[in-house]
């Protein structure tokens, strides 16, 4: 899956593939039932939490950071579903992407990041969502389907 975002080329990965070298960043679909929660980032407006990984974390740590500071929320069932290689002229990053369950919301904690929180449907996203495109959706669509998959087999268990 391929897609444009600004002047950046975007292809997903799809799991178990993992990026050749450390991601730059972490990204992650927080799921409370069938929505997902998504914050109103300035400069940008309405998308999942998601940031750099810092040096002394590694990307599972970061979205779990991110989704605190940016939602106020709380992660529970998180599962790598795959990463995006990012391109830009001669550029290539990897950003690691995660789905979970919100287990609990609490206050956003940098109110300079984010200046509110909200969950919608998959059918709300293309109207709100920060330069919705069909990878977008895909991307949307695949952490929604890893996450019930998971369900399905605890439920099962």
Known sequence: MSGKYGRQTLRF???PFRAPLRAF???VFP??????LVCEIVG?????PSGRVE???????????????????????????GCYQITER????????YTARVADLVEIQIAEESTGRRF?????????????NDLTDQVFRHAYEVLMR???????S
């Open 13 to 15: 990965y799809p799991a």
């Open 25 to 27: 960043a972490g990204l």
């Open 31 to 36: 799921w409370q039932g069938e929505e997902v």
């Open 44 to 48: 940008r407006g309405w998308c999942i």
């Open 55 to 81: 040096a002394t974390e590694d990307s599972f740590v970061a979205v779990q950071r991110e989704a605190l500071e940016e939602a106020g929320a709380v992660l529970d069932e998180i599962q790598y579903i």
């Open 90 to 97: 001669n550029e290539v990053r990897w950003a690691d992407c």
């Open 120 to 132: 919608m449907t998959l059918d709300e996203l293309p109207e709100h969502y920060h330069l919705w």
């Open 150 to 156: 998971a369900q399905k087999l605890r439920d099962a």
